[in-house]
């Protein structure tokens, strides 16, 4: 019995990180970024490897007497034969809220010209999601401003959603709109000192775009205001593959600091499929046996811990959550393809973006029929839940009855009233970017269709009507969002209120 205790003990010290020591090994092979080393007996997976000059590599490949390792910076001066060494120390990043507002690589460093950022904390850039026990359902929304998603589809904090789409479809628009709505909502409970609204820190993670591409985001963000509650992890094309596997991975331990500290934070991943080319390329180079499309075995695995970070904690555990919006580009609206199905499989829904849509101007391009929140109404509001409840089912009438009504064939006045209604609800659901809405204002207009209030309008007037309308409650009733925003129900007071503003705004126009 002792001797097996005493056995366990032993195994157990070997992979205790103060057991571990330093040790020397020598590069017997270099190319393409990935290093073949041997003397590193102990080395862990995912352990840091020192190749002097301030280069650093990292073990992915654990053979019997050799390590297969990447080296992340500066490969090129790597030489066959020199001397390496272990760390011990896997892989890390620095974070904490001096990380917000600043532009850096997947290892942390600023590349924007502001300086080192001052902070002494750091996080595993891998580590294993949390277990059951620590989480709770998802159930406080995540107001993404866009009137569509908010309505039909609604994001709870700690869910993962994913945005699907081809090229140019508008799906990083809608990523950007939910960050810059983060941002103008903390920015109102600071100047406000609201408790009622917890700020959201977002992380924005580009993957193998191209630098003018990146550089066009962090501008935007910067130009609405939400550049200083936002890091933006950069790995663009011109990086090399390790660089752009590890992207996702940083910007996730990154948000799993403000979670970890009871509060709330989002990351994009934009976007995953060329993160797992990248990832493909790396392990071809780094001789792992391929499958399916080439890409390696464990492809699944890969973004399945990636997203399972991704968590709504519970109050013992200090309950902060951690949103993710991964992105996925489709060729030709293939959704069947091998990672696009991965994904689809691993996230709580998916937004559907579809090319036709776009280009009929329905942006956001957001297919109504088959996009899905698996939380559904459990993050939404009171209010939102009461306005929003019948839409789907409208909006999926008028899709069916629209098909009917281009045959020309007589309908009943039931049916025509569905379809005109339906096109007004189509034409509220478009909006233009970076203008997201407050979520008291979406509960007013919704509220106002579901009385018929643009009934009469003309379809292509309806948004116009809309603008009007609102600004009309922003001027006359500003107390009445505000006690929206607050109750975030709808009284039998405010509902009054509702009527007399919309009266009120009919009479005048
Ligand atoms: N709601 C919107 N209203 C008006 N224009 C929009 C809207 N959404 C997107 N666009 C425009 O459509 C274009 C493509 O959008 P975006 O870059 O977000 O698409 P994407 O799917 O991320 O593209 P890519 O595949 O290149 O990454 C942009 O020029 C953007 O300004
Ligand atoms: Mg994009």
Same mark, same amino acid.
């Given at each position: 019995?002792?001797?097996?205790?005493?056995?366990?003990?032993?195994?157990?010290?070997?992979?205790?990180?103060?057991?571990?020591?330093?040790?020397?090994?020598?590069?017997?092979?270099?190319?393409?970024?990935?290093?073949?080393?041997?003397?590193?007996?102990?080395?862990?997976?995912?352990?840091?490897?020192?190749?002097?000059?301030?280069?650093?590599?990292?073990?992915?490949?654990?053979?019997?007497?050799?390590?297969?390792?990447?080296?992340?910076?500066?490969?090129?001066?790597?030489?066959?034969?020199?001397?390496?060494?272990?760390?011990?120390?896997?892989?890390?990043?620095?974070?904490?809220?001096?990380?917000?507002?600043?532009?850096?690589?997947?290892?942390?460093?600023?590349?924007?010209?502001?300086?080192?950022? #001052?902070?002494?904390?750091?996080?595993?850039?891998?580590?294993?999601?949390?277990?059951?026990?620590?989480?709770?359902?998802?159930?406080?929304?995540?107001?993404?401003?866009?009137?569509?998603?908010?309505?039909?589809?609604?994001?709870?904090?700690?869910?993962?959603?994913?945005?699907?789409?081809?090229?140019?479809?508008?799906?990083?628009?809608? !990523?950007?709109?939910? %960050?810059?709505?983060?941002?103008?909502?903390?920015?109102?409970?600071?100047?406000?000192?609201?408790?009622?609204?917890?700020?959201?820190?977002?992380?924005?993670?580009? %993957?193998?775009?191209?630098?003018?591409?990146?550089?066009?985001?962090?501008?935007?963000?910067?130009?609405?205001?939400? =550049?200083?509650?936002?890091?933006?992890?950069?790995?663009?094309?011109?990086?090399?593959?390790?660089?752009?596997?590890?992207?996702?991975?940083?910007?996730?331990?990154?948000?799993?600091?403000?979670?970890?500290?009871?509060?709330?934070?989002?990351?994009?991943?934009?976007?995953?499929?060329?993160?797992?080319? !990248?990832?493909?390329?790396?392990?071809?180079?780094?001789?792992?046996?391929?499958?399916?499309?080439?890409?390696?075995?464990?492809?699944?695995?890969? &973004?399945?811990?990636?997203?399972?970070?991704?968590?709504?904690?519970?109050?013992?555990?200090?309950?902060?959550?951690?949103?993710? =919006?991964?992105?996925?580009?489709?060729?030709?609206?293939?959704?069947?393809?091998?990672?696009?199905?991965?994904?689809?499989?691993?996230?709580?829904?998916?937004?559907?973006?579809?090319?036709?849509?776009? &280009?009929?101007?329905?942006?956001?391009?957001?297919?109504?029929?088959?996009?899905?929140?698996?939380?559904?109404?459990?993050?939404?509001?009171?209010?939102?839940?009461?306005?929003?409840?019948?839409?789907?089912?409208?909006?999926?009438?008028?899709?069916?009855?629209?098909?009917?009504?281009?045959?020309?064939?007589?309908?009943?006045?039931?049916?025509?009233?569905?379809?005109?209604?339906?096109?007004?609800?189509?034409?509220?659901?478009?909006?233009?970017?970076?203008?997201?809405?407050?979520?008291?204002?979406?509960?007013?207009?919704?509220?106002?269709?579901?009385?018929?209030?643009?009934?009469?309008?003309?379809?292509?007037?309806?948004?116009?009507?809309?603008?009007?309308?609102?600004?009309?409650?922003?001027?006359?009733?500003?107390?009445?969002?505000? #006690?929206?925003?607050?109750?975030?129900?709808?009284?039998?007071?405010?509902?009054?209120?509702?009527?007399?503003?919309?009266?009120?705004?009919?009479?005048?126009?």
């Amino acid at each position: 019995m002792q001797t097996i205790v005493a056995d366990i003990e032993k195994t157990l010290a070997q992979f205790h990180p103060e057991a571990h020591c330093e040790e020397t090994g020598k590069v017997m092979e270099v190319g393409d970024g990935v290093a073949r080393i041997e003397g590193l007996r102990n080395i862990r997976l995912n352990e840091m490897i020192d190749f002097g000059n301030g280069i650093t590599g990292l073990a992915l490949n654990l053979e019997e007497t050799s390590v297969g390792a990447v080296v992340l910076t500066e490969a090129n001066t790597v030489r066959e034969g020199q001397t390496v060494r272990s760390t011990g120390r896997l892989l890390e990043v620095p974070c904490g809220r001096a990380m917000l507002g600043r532009v850096v690589d997947p290892l942390g460093r600023p590349f924007d010209g502001k300086g080192p950022i #001052e902070t002494t904390e750091v996080n595993p850039v891998e580590r294993p999601a949390p277990g059951i026990i620590g989480r709770q359902s998802v159930s406080a929304p995540l107001q993404t401003g866009i009137l569509s998603i908010d309505a039909v589809i609604p994001i709870g904090r700690g869910q993962r959603e994913l945005i699907i789409g081809d090229r140019s479809t508008g799906k990083t628009t809608i !990523a950007m709109d939910t %960050i810059i709505n983060q941002a103008r909502l903390n920015h109102e409970a600071e100047l406000t000192v609201d408790v009622n609204i917890h700020p959201v820190y977002s992380i924005y993670v580009a %993957i193998g775009q191209r630098q003018s591409s990146v550089a066009q985001v962090v501008r935007t963000l910067e130009e609405r205001g939400a =550049l200083k509650y936002t890091v933006v992890v950069v790995a663009t094309a011109a990086d090399s593959a390790a660089m752009q596997y590890l992207a996702p991975f940083s910007g996730t331990a990154i948000g799993e600091w403000f979670m970890d500290h009871g509060m709330d934070a989002l990351v994009v991943y934009d976007d995953l499929s060329k993160h797992a080319v !990248a990832y493909r390329q790396m392990s071809l180079v780094l001789r792992r046996p391929s499958g399916r499309e080439a890409y390696p075995g464990d492809i699944f695995y890969l &973004h399945s811990r990636l997203l399972e970070r991704s968590v709504c904690m519970s109050q013992a555990c200090g309950g902060g959550t951690l949103t993710s =919006l991964p992105i996925i580009e489709t060729q030709n609206g293939d959704v069947a393809a091998y990672i696009p199905t991965n994904v689809i499989s691993i996230t709580d829904g998916q937004i559907y973006l579809e090319s036709d849509l776009f &280009h009929q101007g329905i942006r956001p391009a957001m297919s109504i029929g088959i996009s899905v929140s698996r939380v559904g109404s459990a993050a939404q509001t009171k209010a939102m839940k009461e306005v929003a409840g019948k839409v789907k089912l409208e909006l999926a009438q008028y899709y069916e009855m629209k098909e009917f009504a281009q045959f020309g064939s007589d309908l009943d006045a039931k049916t025509v009233a569905l379809i005109e209604h339906g096109k007004r609800i189509t034409e509220l659901f478009k909006q233009v970017q970076y203008n997201p809405f407050p979520v008291e204002e979406e509960v007013v207009q919704l509220w106002a269709a579901q009385q018929g209030f643009f009934d009469q309008t003309p379809v292509e007037k309806t948004r116009e009507v809309r603008e009007k309308f609102l600004e009309f409650v922003r001027m006359r009733r500003k107390e009445l969002l505000q #006690e929206i925003r607050q109750r975030k129900k709808l009284t039998p007071e405010i509902k009054k209120s509702l009527e007399e503003v919309s009266a009120e705004y009919q009479s005048l126009s």
